[in-house]
């Protein structure tokens, strides 16, 4: 009677184990290289660093989580950019967008929780010198509104589907913008000694809609992992590249 209760137990227990192991969320972790481009970059070096390091961390459960940081050479402590964002398990709703950075004296951040429920955005802004509360009302087509890294998972879990134009909305700086997600053309790269080809993935102004000061193009792998391998986010004067230097967990590449 000993022996059976001893299995029971034992089996019980690699039960709850395995159970658990299944149900703990599945990470993704890449490494990337940054560097600044465009015109400013020389005036820009002169008070910032124009190339560092970049850490991309998804983690996907009930609620798909991701985190950008791009830092300095020497790390978080010579400046940073830090973005996050929550979204529903489908990809479908934004839940949360943040983003910060602090570079010398400056800082700033602004974290918003979308409720789909009332149609709200609670927006708080702090800076060294104040912090801002306030709640705006999203357009009727809340659903559709995504931040840069929730785009950048929405065309992840799209790539296959996506055959033409879509048009969406971007959320940035607390303000809503028109914007097409658009597939462009593939091209191969190498990682980690492997040569892959990536697809070209734009996020642009939607014509005659209010005009968004960015734009953010990914190149994810011709597979069904669809690896971010570049991305590039434009601002009016520079844009900044990341390129895809290792993987630190979740998928693994394979060669072209």
Sequence with gaps: MTIIRTIATVTLALLVSA???????????????????????????????????????????????????ITAPTGKQGGFYAYESDMNGGGAKTLMTYHGYAWGKKSRNERTIFDHVKGLARIRKQTPDEVENRVKKLPATNDE????????VYLRQNATTLAGPLQTTIYSD???????????????????????????????????????????????????????????????????????????????????
């Design 145 to 152: 509104v995504r931040d840069i890294l929730t785009a950048i």
């Design 19 to 69: 159970s658990a192991f299944a149900a703990s969320p599945n990470i993704e972790e890449f490494r990337y290289s940054w560097r600044l481009r465009g015109g400013v970059r020389l005036i820009a070096g002169l008070m910032f660093p124009t190339s560092g390091v970049g850490n991309l961390k998804t983690t996907f459960g009930e609620t798909i989580h991701s985190e950008l940081l």
């Design 174 to 256: 607390g303000k809503e913008y028109p914007v097409v997600f658009k597939p462009g053309l593939s091209k191969p790269f190498t990682v980690e000694g492997k040569l892959v080809t990536a697809r070209a993935f734009h996020i642009v102004d939607a014509p005659g809609g209010k005009k968004w000061p960015g734009g953010v193009t990914v190149w994810l792998t011709n597979d069904d992992r669809r690896v971010p391998v570049r991305i590039e986010i434009q601002q009016s004067m520079a844009s900044l590249q990341l390129d895809l230097q290792k993987i630190e967990s979740g998928v693994l590449l394979a060669r072209m």
